[in-house]
């Protein structure tokens, strides 16, 4: 059987191949036949930009092999920028220019980080760049208003599409696989196809599980926040009784002072004129009246 590979890296393969995936999409957009776009249209870079965005996590040598071929630099750039890509795509080329950032440990000052970020600066703008994280996090997001219920209704959706998508492309790659060996002489065995079919199967089962556990915790993040604004909410009502009986203490005693206040005069005015002193308990009754209607009046 003949070689399938020459001597190039496979990193540096995985990038022809995310290329040339970009450009039949592109393509596709440009004749504006969106009936056309298949499942590889929307699934294929992200499955080949996260095994890179894994290979280059906390490993200068493959952030050094990456940045080796200076196109790779132009191309993630472009892809970042590209508003005919999914937001998926954008995030995860985002991520890998990040690794090219904090994970470079190059001395020559074409590949080293202060490069990229300048490219990234010239090509983007680092506040643009930036957002390009808020919008990979904010696609699986809660929405404003959005229920609990429907939240996790459209979570399952997106999770059980993803699952099929990648089922549908595992099974391409087997048939793709068997078809080079019978090109190549030799046959598939029985048994090779039932590990083959139990291999997808398990990847299928385990990507399930892991969606399945991030749905649960956001689920438990959504109730804790849940308590907490119910908590604050029984903190602002108890607030709003504290104050409400602070103001009826003022108000009474506000009261209490206006009829000090008329007895004095009273007395006062009694005095300068030399009449009696006068009676108290009829001074205190009406002093009773004056003040509610000045606080109404007020």
């Known amino acids: 059987m003949s070689s399938l590979g020459g001597s190039e890296p ?8 995310l290329v040339l995936a970009s450009s039949l999409r592109k393509k596709e957009n440009d004749h504006k036949n969106r009936n056309s776009s298949s499942i590889e249209d929307s699934f294929i870079q992200p499955m080949i930009l996260q095994p890179l965005v894994t290979w280059l996590a906390d490993c200068p040598k493959a952030v050094y092999s990456f940045l080796d071929s200076r196109p790779h ?10 508003p005919s890509v999914t937001v998926c ?6 991520v890998l220019l990040g690794e090219c950032v904090i994970y470079n440990k ?10 990229v970020v300048d490219a ?4 983007i703008g680092l506040t643009s760049y930036l957002l390009k994280f808020d919008e990979m996090q904010k696609k699986l997001e809660q929405k404003t208003g959005e229920s609990d219920g429907v939240y996790i209704k459209r979570l399952k959706s997106f999770v059980e599409k993803q699952c099929i998508e990648m089922q549908d492309l595992l099974g391409r790659n087997a048939t793709l696989a068997e078809e080079l060996m019978k090109a190549g002489g030799g ?7 039932r590990a083959s ?3 997808r199967e398990r990847v299928h089962t385990e990507t399930l599980r892991r969606d399945l556990q991030e749905a649960m915790q956001r689920i438990e993040m959504l109730k804790s926040e849940k308590i907490k604004i119910e908590a604050d909410a029984s903190m602002y009502s108890n607030l709003a009784s504290e104050v409400e009986a602070d103001l009826k203490s003022l108000s009474d005693a506000y009261n209490s002072l206006e009829q000090a206040n008329f007895r004095l005069e009273s007395e006062v005015n009694a005095l300068r004129k030399g009449e009696p002193y006068p009676d108290i308990e009829a001074l205190e009754a009406e002093a009773r009246k004056k003040p509610r209607s000045r606080v109404r009046q007020n």
Not at 106 to 115: E, I, R, T, V
Not at 187 to 193: C, F, I, K, L, Y
């Open 89 to 94: 795509v954008r995030g995860l080329a985002a």
């Open 106 to 115: 190059s001395g020559d000052n074409a590949k080293d980080s202060f490069m």
């Open 10 to 17: 496979l990193m540096h393969l995985l990038v022809k191949y």
């Open 187 to 193: 046959g598939s065995s029985e048994p090779d196809q």
């Open 197 to 199: 079919n139990g291999g």
């Open 73 to 82: 630099l132009t191309f993630l750039l472009e892809l970042v920028s590209s």
């Open 120 to 123: 990234i600066s010239q090509k």
